[in-house]
Nanobody, 116 residues
Framework: QKQLVESGGGLVQPGGSLRLSCAASGFTLDYSTIGWFRQAPGKEREGVSCINDNGGRTNYADSVKGRFTISRDNAKKMVYLQMNSLNAEDTAVYYC?????????WGQGTQVSVSS
């Protein structure tokens, strides 16, 4: 079965950090651009960060620049999102997406809640 599974979400205090992971199974990530997206209650899903197939190029939403870092390990079929200096506005369900010419997979999401 081809799927993506996110993990690492949870409840964290403002200023804290979390590291999200996205694990692929049943297919290779080698040719996929990977994106992290998030959706807060009552809001549309938005792009947070993306990384190209070999990890040489990354992009970030303005709201997370300097705080989040995306990385990948194709051999392990894993993608990560290191999130630092979290604030309440980062509260959302976070999803990873793997996209290539022939694939477009989404994970089920992991909840990140930032609250004191």
């Amino acid at each position: 079965q081809k799927q993506l599974v996110e993990s690492g979400g949870g409840l964290v205090q403002p200023g804290g950090s979390l590291r999200l992971s996205c694990a692929a199974s049943g297919f290779t990530l080698d040719y996929s651009t990977i994106g992290w997206f998030r959706q807060a209650p009552g809001k549309e899903r938005e792009g947070v960060s993306c990384i190209n197939d070999n990890g040489g190029r990354t992009n970030y939403a303005d709201s997370v620049k300097g705080r989040f870092t995306i990385s990948r390990d194709n051999a392990k079929k894993m993608v990560y999102l290191q999130m630092n200096s979290l604030n309440a506005e980062d509260t959302a369900v976070y999803y990873c997406n793997a996209q290539s010419i022939s694939t477009d997979y989404w994970g089920q999401g992991t909840q990140v809640s930032v609250s004191s």
